[in-house]
């Protein structure tokens, strides 16, 4: 069963803009992931390229190319869809791992799945 988390105020996604990032747990590891908007909708993945698994951002919760237009891993140069996660070219293997978002009343939730939980202090 999935559990909604308030992950951030609806404003502070700014389209093909700067991320929020926030951590889950994936496979029994504590894994950063990253919430972004692209063409008005937001999306999240972790923040783990396909190529090798290490993060992509080239500066702190920055994902996206000069164009706005696609999700960049800085170390490989790896390219994928903001909407999907789905590898666009470079030396990907497969897409990334989307985390579903959901928007209501200027909040953006994510939600669990049974590979993806919320990081518990």
Avoid at 25 to 44: L, M, N, S
Avoid at 87 to 99: E, H, Q, S, T
Wanted: overall charge negative; glycine content about 10%.
């Amino acid at each position: 069963m999935s559990e909604s988390v308030a992950l951030c105020h609806s404003a502070e996604l700014v389209d093909s803009g700067r991320a929020v990032p926030f951590d889950v747990v994936f496979g029994g590891q504590t894994c950063r992931a990253f919430a972004i908007r692209y063409e008005g909708r937001p999306h999240a993945y972790l923040n783990r390229c396909s190529h090798v698994a290490m993060e992509m951002d080239f500066q702190p919760d920055r994902f996206f190319d000069d164009t706005g237009q696609w999700l960049l891993c800085a170390t490989h140069g790896a390219v994928y869809r903001p909407d999907s996660g789905d590898c666009a070219g470079g030396p990907c293997r497969g897409g990334l791992v989307k985390i579903e978002l959901s928007e209501r009343d200027g909040v953006v939730h994510w939600h669990t799945a049974w590979n993806l939980q919320p990081l518990v202090f």
